[in-house]
């Protein structure tokens, strides 16, 4: 069964955006929401123990080879919604991590994240490939949460905005004083289960937490097999055998190494083996 309707695609195409409704079973998000808690060493059931390290002020949380974690990346219906998205079976998905953004807290003033807006893309290089991103709902994320927030439509006619921009813009980040008529900052609630699909030329982000539960959300992208080397794809390897992160400045690791000391390599479905790499899709 299809993930998305022919209007879900149609709304992809205009907004740069689309909601994956259910993709993924509750039980594994909430299997990664206790994994979360498990490596912060925090109690899920005491708000006073969330703003501490190892939780980084905005959230992002250095674990990535976790079995919960490649649960979801290697869930069927996950790969069926990027399929659909680029028209190919033949992908590979990244290796990306966790967020947990807490409410705002007046002790806490330091993980009062108040969001942005970016792109994780240089725009001075378009065109750009096709490529997508995407982010799960691990829990139920409502507007004021500070879940995923983007400009909708706004990736349309992009050249010809930043051909009206000053030479010294910001490629990464867009003026939010200088948007196009009609276009702002949109928030996108979405219930646990659901994966949030934008591409990348979209300007995205997340926003501000001012309600009283935190944010849970675990990074889930793909792309065309055929875009990873041979070297891409050995690293991929090695980091999934040993348990360590991508290994470069986005994606920098935990300095505790929990994930390398205490856990198991994670377990792989025919489906995640070819996700990783680890075995060809022919």
Same mark, same amino acid.
């Not at 990464?172 to 979405?190: E, F, Q, S, T, W």
């Not at 944010?215 to 090695?238: D, G, N, V, W």
């Given at each position: ?11 992809? *195409?205009?907004? =740069? /955006?689309?909601?994956?409704?259910? !993709?993924?079973?509750?039980e594994l998000c909430n299997a990664v929401v206790n994994a979360i808690f498990e490596f912060l060493g925090m109690d899920p059931n005491n708000p006073e123990d969330w703003y501490r390290p190892p939780l980084k002020p905005g959230g992002m949380i250095e674990m ?21 998205? /680029? =028209? ?32 994780? !893309? ?9 490529? !997508?991103?995407?982010?799960?709902? @691990? ?46 900052? !949109? ?42 080397? *041979? ?27 929990? *994930? ?14 070819? @996700? @990783? ?6």
């Amino acid at each position: 069964m299809s993930v998305f309707t022919p209007e879900d695609l149609a709304f992809f *195409e205009e907004n =740069g /955006y689309v909601v994956a409704r259910n !993709v993924v079973p509750v039980e594994l998000c909430n299997a990664v929401v206790n994994a979360i808690f498990e490596f912060l060493g925090m109690d899920p059931n005491n708000p006073e123990d969330w703003y501490r390290p190892p939780l980084k002020p905005g959230g992002m949380i250095e674990m990535y080879q976790h079995q919960a974690l490649w649960d979801t990346r290697q869930y069927p219906r996950v790969h069926q919604a990027f399929s659909e998205i /680029y =028209g190919t079976h033949k992908l590979c998905v990244t290796i990306d991590r966790v967020g947990m953004k807490p409410p705002r807290h007046p002790d806490h003033p330091e993980y009062d994240h108040k969001g942005f807006i970016h792109w994780d !893309v240089d725009t001075s290089k378009l065109p750009l490939p096709f490529s !997508v991103q995407g982010v799960l709902c @691990l829990t139920d994320t409502t507007e004021d949460m500070g879940g995923f927030q983007c400009i909708p439509g706004f990736h349309k006619g992009l050249e010809e905005w930043i051909a009206t921009q000053p030479p010294d813009r910001n490629p990464r980040v867009p003026d939010l004083n200088a948007l196009p008529p009609g276009k702002k900052v !949109v928030p996108i609630p979405a219930k646990a289960g659901d994966l949030i699909i934008w591409i990348n030329t979209l300007a995205h982000g997340n926003g501000h937490n001012v309600s009283n539960r935190p944010r849970f959300s675990q990074y889930i992208s793909m792309f065309p097999a055929e875009r990873l080397t *041979e070297e891409q794809r050995q690293h991929r390897i090695h980091c999934w055998q040993n348990r360590l992160p991508p290994g470069n400045s986005v994606f920098p690791g935990d300095p505790r190494e929990i *994930e390398q000391k205490y856990q198991k390599t994670a377990e792989l479905t025919p489906l995640g083996r070819k @996700l @990783l790499g680890l075995d060809p899709w022919d």
